[in-house]
C-alpha cells in the first residue's frame, strides 16, 4: 500500500510539473491586457536581453522620446535574419528628460496575426501598465515599414 501511494504521488507529482512548464512556455494572445501580464509576471522584460548593436540607454527620434533602451527576449535574440523566428519580442522602454518612463511600445511576432504585414502584434502601454493602444496599428506600421526588409526592425541590423 505504501509503495503504491508513493507511486501515485510520484506521478501526480510529474504531471504537475509538466503542467507548469507547459505553461510558462506557452506565447500570450496578441491582445493588450494578457500580453502586458506576460511581459510584467510572466516572463519580465525586464530580465530580458539586448541586441549586441543597441544596448543600454541610446538616443532617440521623434515619436518615441529622446532617450530609449530596448529588450529584446529569446527568440529574437536567437533570429539570425529576419523574418524574426515567430514568438519574437521587442519591448521599448522611453525615458522623459528626468529619466523616468515615460511610456512603453511593444512588437510582438504573432503567427498569422496580421500576414500582410509582417504578423506583428503593437501595442503601446503606460508606464503602470495600463494599455493605450495595441493590435495591428496602423500608426506603427506606417514608420516601420520602411524597413519592410529588416522585418520592420529599426534598431537592429541584420547582417
Ligand atoms: C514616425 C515614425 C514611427 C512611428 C509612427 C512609430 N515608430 Fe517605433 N520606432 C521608430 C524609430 C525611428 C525607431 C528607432 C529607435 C528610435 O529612434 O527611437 C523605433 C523603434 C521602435 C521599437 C524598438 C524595436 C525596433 O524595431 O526598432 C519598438 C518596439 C517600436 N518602435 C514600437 C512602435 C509602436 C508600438 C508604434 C505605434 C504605437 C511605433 N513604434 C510607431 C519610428 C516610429
Known sequence: MKNQMTVLFSAIFIFLHMV??????????PEGDSFWKYISRISPYT????W???????????????RH???????????SKPPLQY????VKESYDKAGEVKVITVMYKAKDYNPDHGDWFW???SPSGETL??????????????RGTN???LVHKFE
Not at 69 to 79: G, Q
Open 151 to 153: 522585418d520592420y526592425v
Open 69 to 79: 533602451r530596448v529588450f529584446v527576449n529569446e527568440k529574437a535574440l536567437a533570429s
Open 47 to 50: 530580465q530580458w536581453s539586448h
Open 133 to 146: 493602444k495595441a493590435g495591428k496599428l496602423m500608426g506603427c506600421i506606417g514608420c516601420h515599414a520602411t
Open 123 to 125: 501595442a503601446r502601454y
Open 52 to 66: 549586441s548593436d543597441h544596448e543600454g540607454l541610446q538616443k532617440g527620434r521623434a515619436p518615441h522620446g529622446k
Open 87 to 90: 514568438g519574437s519580442i521587442q
Open 20 to 29: 507548469a512548464q507547459a505553461n510558462s512556455e506557452e506565447l500570450p494572445a
